[in-house]
């Protein structure tokens, strides 16, 4: 079962978009979910802030914004819309599934249906050598650097 995931259609997709910038990406299929930060570090023994959290917000045009987020910190609506200036608002489930083409769970910060007017990636991820961010399926991830993580999704720090 566990091989069966990376033949899986949003796995092969995240797998493909990575492979783009590093044919040395390897995606990591865990025993355990991966759905929240919290699941993801303690099924791969990290500390939570070494995850990689995607969030999709969306203006009020309906332009997505993504945010890569540190597993230990959360974020301010306020801040971010002072940075992009224009008011934001969480994008529900089936938004995120339209806007991403992934479930919640499973959102990678990579190989979007649509891709994000703008991407917001948290300093605090540069805290740590490694980082792990979801890979298309709650049981998968991949291992990046913090400045391959904004080299590959062209992120704003």
């Known amino acids: 079962m566990k ?22 990406f390897k995606l990591i299929v865990l ?40 597993g230990d910190k959360f974020i301010s609506l306020k801040k971010v819309s002072l ?16 806007y991403s083409g992934f479930s919640i769970g499973g959102v990678p910060p990579v190989a979007h249906n649509i891709e994000p007017m703008q991407i917001l990636i948290d300093k605090n991820l540069e805290r740590f050598e490694k980082i792990y961010g979801a890979a298309g399926h709650p049981y998968v991830i991949f291992e990046t650097s913090f400045n391959k993580l904004c080299e590959i999704t062209k992120g704003k720090v």
């Open 3 to 24: 091989l069966d995931l990376l033949n899986r259609k949003n796995v092969i997709r995240v797998k493909e978009y990575l492979s783009k910038y590093d044919p040395n």
């Open 83 to 98: 940075i992009i200036n224009k008011k934001i608002t969480k994008a529900s489930a089936e938004e995120v599934k339209k």
């Open 31 to 70: 025993d355990d979910t991966a759905r929240t930060a919290n699941e993801a570090a303690q099924s791969i023994n990290k500390e939570v802030g070494a995850i990689i959290k995607s969030l999709i917000f969306k203006t009020n045009e309906n332009e997505m914004i993504l945010c890569l987020v540190s």
